[in-house]
């Protein structure tokens, strides 16, 4: 069964950069699309953006700007970095698998970011 | 701003069933694209329901069935259980964005 672990810290500045890191285990990285959503709280599923392990990505367009995302299959993980942050920004973070006909088949539990000073 | 619209919430007794549409428009379901569905119960993670409009995931009971037609998709739950409490949201693709995988505003169901 494949797991997913976000990690991170669960504080950050406005104006500074979010640095999130998923680990998985219980199956390779390799060959599929992986992916960040996130949800404000009481709001509903944004999708910010998805890395092949090859490292290519594709992103939600109103991100793409402040968005980094990379992957190392020597690790099993794939990173996300959002640069420039708000209390906008303030939302639980989940990872996700990619299957091939475009939906989430396994989620980390989440994290909770806060943008504040 | 999602560009796929569901009702904010729907109800139900113990028993019934119950429906959720999700409208979307030509870039999107419209266009052909797969429409999915997951279930997240409060406080946890959202949970696939459904996936390629109306199949099920191993384990998801066949109290959940999801259709699509044209431009909208479907969830239905029957024989409504007090555990099919939670928010519910539909997801697909749509290319008039850029390329972008888009979720539902998400609907609230309650059981009463």
């Known amino acids: 069964q494949v797991q997913l672990q976000e990690s991170g810290p669960g504080l950050v500045k406005p104006s500074e950069t979010l640095s999130l890191t998923c680990t998985v285990s219980?199956?390779?990285?390799?060959?599929?699309?992986w992916c960040w959503i996130r949800q404000a709280p009481g709001k509903g599923l944004e999708w910010i953006g998805d890395?092949?392990?090859?490292?290519?990505?594709n992103s939600n367009p109103s991100l793409k700007s402040r968005l980094t995302m990379a992957i190392d299959t020597s690790k099993n993980q794939f990173s996300l970095n959002l640069r420039s942050v708000t209390a906008a920004d303030t939302a639980v973070y989940y990872c996700?698998?990619?299957?091939?006909?475009?939906?989430?088949?396994?989620w980390g539990q989440g994290t909770l970011v806060t943008v504040s000073s | 701003q999602s560009v796929l619209t569901q009702p904010p919430s729907v109800s139900g007794a113990p028993g019934q069933r119950v429906t959720i549409s999700c409208t979307g428009r030509?870039?999107?379901?419209?266009?052909?694209?797969?429409v999915n569905w997951y279930q997240q119960l409060p406080g946890t993670a959202p949970k696939l329901l459904i996936y390629?409009?109306?199949n099920r995931p191993s384990g998801v009971p066949d109290r959940f069935s999801g259709s699509k037609s044209g431009s909208s998709a479907s969830l239905a739950i029957t024989g409504l259980q007090a555990e099919d409490e939670a928010d519910y949201y539909c997801?697909?693709?749509?290319?008039?964005?850029?390329?972008?995988?888009?979720f539902g505003t998400g609907t609230q169901v309650t059981v009463l």
């Open positions: 890395i092949y392990f090859s490292g290519s990505t």
């Open positions: 219980g199956g390779s990285i390799s060959d599929y699309y």
């Open positions: 996700a698998r990619v299957e091939v006909g475009g939906y989430y088949d396994f």
């Open positions: 030509s870039t999107n379901i419209g266009a052909g694209y797969d």
């Open positions: 997801q697909s693709y749509d290319s008039g964005l850029r390329g972008s995988h888009v």
């Open positions: 390629g409009n109306s």
